[in-house]
C-alpha cells in the first residue's frame, strides 16, 4: 500500500470519529422538554362548621377552613369568601358580598343590603325534641329552652345601650334573641312578641342593676328561676295606637348584671272597624308561653 493510500485511510478513519463523536455528544446534551404535569388544587381542610339562625328564621352555615369560610344560605345560594383584614373580629369578602363574624354573632351584606341580619351561632341548639328547642349560648353561660315554631336570632355585632328595656346609658350586649313566628295569634290585634337575654359589666348597670330608674312607675317583685333569685319589673308602654308590655327579670351573676325579659306588643283594639272581624288576642296563652321561656333560663356552672 503506497503511503498516498495511509495517509487516506488515517484521514477518513478520523473523519469519521469526529462525525462519532459529535453525534454521541449531541444526543447526551440535548436539552430535555418536561412534559407537563396535571394537578389538582388542594381540597381546603375544614376546621369548624357553625350553624347560624338570623332574623325571619333564615339560616346560614358556614364551613371554615383556613382563610376561607365556604356559605350555604337559607336561600340555596352558596358563597366561597377569603378571609380579608379586620380590625376587630372576622371579615370574608369576595366582590359585593360581606361575611362579618364576631364572637357567636354574624351578618352577611351584598352590597349595600344587609340580607342576613342578626345571626347566632346555634351549633347547640339546632334540634327539636317534642316541639322544643334548647339554646345555648357560645361562652357556655346559659342555657334557655323555646318553642321550635318560634325564631333564635342575635342581634347587631357589639355594645348596644338596649341591652335592657329603659336603658340607663350603660353599655351591654344581647346575647340572644326568641321571637314569635310570623302569624302567630291570626285575626287578632296581636303585633309580636320578644325576648331576649341581655347582659352588661358596665359597674354602674351592675349597681343598678336591681332598681328601677324608668320613672314610668313599674310593678317590682322578686321571683327565683332555677334556685337563682331574680328582681321582676313589669311595665307598660304606649304609643300610637300600640301598647308594650315588658317583663324584666333581673340578676347579679358573675359580676354582671343579666336582665332577662319579654315584650308583648299589641294594638288597640278600638283601632279596628268591627266589621274586620279583629278579636283581642289571647293574653293568657302568650304570658303562659313566655313565661315557660323565662322559667327554662339556667346559669350553667363556671
Same mark, same amino acid.
Given at each position: 500500500?503506497?503511503?498516498?493510500?495511509?495517509?487516506?485511510?488515517?484521514?477518513?478513519?478520523?473523519?469519521?470519529?469526529?462525525?462519532?463523536?459529535?453525534?454521541?455528544?449531541?444526543?447526551?446534551?440535548?436539552?430535555?422538554?418536561?412534559?407537563?404535569?396535571?394537578?389538582?388544587?388542594?381540597?381546603?381542610?375544614?376546621?369548624?362548621?357553625?350553624?347560624?339562625?338570623?332574623? !325571619?328564621?333564615?339560616?346560614?352555615?358556614?364551613?371554615?377552613?383556613?382563610?376561607?369560610?365556604?356559605?350555604?344560605?337559607?336561600?340555596?345560594?352558596?358563597?366561597?369568601?377569603?378571609?380579608?383584614? #379586620?380590625?376587630?373580629?372576622?371579615?370574608?369578602?369576595?366582590?359585593?358580598?360581606?361575611?362579618?363574624?364576631?364572637?357567636?354573632?354574624?351578618?352577611?351584606?351584598?352590597?349595600?343590603?344587609?340580607?342576613? %341580619?342578626?345571626?347566632?351561632?346555634?351549633?347547640?341548639?339546632?334540634?327539636?325534641?317534642?316541639?322544643?328547642?334548647?339554646?345555648?349560648?357560645?361562652?357556655? +353561660?346559659?342555657?334557655?329552652?323555646?318553642?321550635? +315554631?318560634?325564631?333564635? !336570632?342575635? !342581634?347587631?355585632?357589639?355594645?348596644?345601650?338596649?341591652?335592657?328595656?329603659?336603658?340607663?346609658?350603660?353599655?351591654?350586649?344581647?346575647?340572644?334573641?326568641?321571637?314569635?313566628?310570623?302569624? =302567630?295569634?291570626?285575626?287578632?290585634?296581636?303585633?309580636?312578641?320578644?325576648?331576649?337575654?341581655?347582659?352588661?359589666?358596665?359597674?354602674?348597670?351592675?349597681?343598678?342593676?336591681?332598681?328601677?330608674?324608668?320613672?314610668?312607675?313599674?310593678?317590682?317583685?322578686?321571683?327565683?328561676?332555677?334556685?337563682?333569685?331574680? +328582681?321582676?319589673?313589669? #311595665?307598660?308602654?304606649?304609643?300610637?295606637?300600640?301598647?308594650?308590655?315588658?317583663?324584666?327579670?333581673?340578676?347579679?351573676? %358573675?359580676?354582671?348584671?343579666?336582665?332577662?325579659? =319579654?315584650?308583648?306588643?299589641?294594638?288597640?283594639?278600638? %283601632? =279596628?272597624?268591627?266589621? !274586620?272581624?279583629?278579636?283581642?288576642?289571647?293574653?293568657?296563652?302568650?304570658?303562659?308561653?313566655?313565661?315557660?321561656?323565662?322559667?327554662?333560663? #339556667?346559669?350553667?356552672?363556671?
Amino acid at each position: 500500500m503506497t503511503f498516498k493510500k495511509v495517509v487516506f485511510y488515517i484521514a477518513f478513519i478520523g473523519l469519521i470519529g469526529i462525525v462519532a463523536y459529535q453525534f454521541v455528544h449531541n444526543k447526551q446534551t440535548a436539552p430535555v422538554v418536561p412534559i407537563p404535569v396535571e394537578t389538582t388544587p388542594p381540597v381546603p381542610i375544614i376546621t369548624s362548621v357553625v350553624q347560624y339562625s338570623c332574623d !325571619s328564621g333564615t339560616t346560614i352555615s358556614a364551613s371554615y377552613s383556613d382563610k376561607a369560610a365556604a356559605l350555604t344560605l337559607s336561600d340555596g345560594r352558596t358563597f366561597t369568601l377569603p378571609q380579608t383584614a #379586620s380590625a376587630d373580629g372576622a371579615q370574608y369578602g369576595k366582590d359585593t358580598i360581606l361575611f362579618v363574624t364576631k364572637g357567636a354573632q354574624a351578618f352577611l351584606t351584598e352590597g349595600d343590603t344587609t340580607t342576613y %341580619n342578626n345571626c347566632i351561632d346555634n351549633s347547640a341548639g339546632g334540634v327539636s325534641v317534642n316541639g322544643i328547642k334548647t339554646f345555648t349560648d357560645q361562652g357556655k +353561660t346559659f342555657t334557655v329552652s323555646y318553642p321550635d +315554631t318560634f325564631i333564635l !336570632s342575635g !342581634s347587631a355585632i357589639g355594645y348596644t345601650e338596649n341591652w335592657k328595656t329603659n336603658t340607663d346609658s350603660t353599655l351591654g350586649v344581647i346575647l340572644a334573641t326568641i321571637t314569635s313566628p310570623a302569624n =302567630y295569634q291570626p285575626k287578632t290585634n296581636f303585633g309580636d312578641a320578644k325576648f331576649t337575654v341581655g347582659t352588661s359589666s358596665d359597674l354602674k348597670a351592675v349597681k343598678g342593676c336591681l332598681v328601677d330608674t324608668s320613672g314610668q312607675g313599674v310593678t317590682k317583685s322578686t321571683v327565683v328561676i332555677n334556685k337563682v333569685p331574680f +328582681t321582676k319589673f313589669v #311595665s307598660v308602654d304606649a304609643g300610637a295606637g300600640n301598647r308594650y308590655e315588658t317583663d324584666s327579670f333581673r340578676a347579679i351573676q %358573675n359580676d354582671q348584671c343579666y336582665a332577662i325579659e =319579654y315584650t308583648i306588643h299589641y294594638a288597640v283594639l278600638d %283601632n =279596628y272597624d268591627p266589621s !274586620s272581624g279583629i278579636k283581642a288576642f289571647d293574653q293568657k296563652k302568650v304570658h303562659a308561653v313566655l313565661d315557660g321561656i323565662v322559667k327554662s333560663f #339556667s346559669f350553667l356552672p363556671q
